[in-house]
C-alpha cells in the first residue's frame, strides 16, 4: 500500500497501453504520477496464462 503524497489517503495503481509503465493514482484529490517498470524488466514480455489461476484477488483483504 502507498499513500498519496498530496492528501495521504491510499493509491492504487492502474495498467496503461504499455507494458512498461503503470499509473498510480489517488480516487480522493486526482494525483496521479507515471511509474516506469525496472530497467532488467523493460521490453520483456509477460506470456498468457493457458489455465485459469486457481487464485481470487480479494479487494481490501487482509489476514
Same mark, same amino acid.
Given at each position: 500500500? +502507498?499513500? #498519496?503524497?498530496? #492528501? *495521504? =489517503?491510499? %493509491? +492504487? &495503481?492502474?495498467? %496503461?497501453?504499455?507494458?512498461?509503465? =503503470?499509473?498510480?493514482? #489517488?480516487?480522493? #484529490?486526482?494525483?496521479?504520477?507515471?511509474?516506469?517498470?525496472?530497467?532488467? =524488466?523493460? *521490453?520483456? +514480455?509477460?506470456?498468457? =496464462?493457458? %489455465?485459469?489461476?486457481?487464485? %481470487?484477488? &480479494?479487494? *481490501?483483504?487482509? +489476514?
Amino acid at each position: 500500500m +502507498r499513500l #498519496c503524497p498530496r #492528501c *495521504g =489517503a491510499k %493509491t +492504487r &495503481i492502474d495498467g %496503461t497501453l504499455s507494458g512498461d509503465v =503503470a499509473k498510480e493514482l #489517488c480516487d480522493e #484529490c486526482g494525483y496521479f504520477r507515471g511509474l516506469l517498470a525496472p530497467g532488467w =524488466a523493460m *521490453g520483456k +514480455r509477460v506470456e498468457e =496464462a493457458r %489455465t485459469p489461476s486457481p487464485f %481470487t484477488v &480479494i479487494d *481490501g483483504g487482509g +489476514r
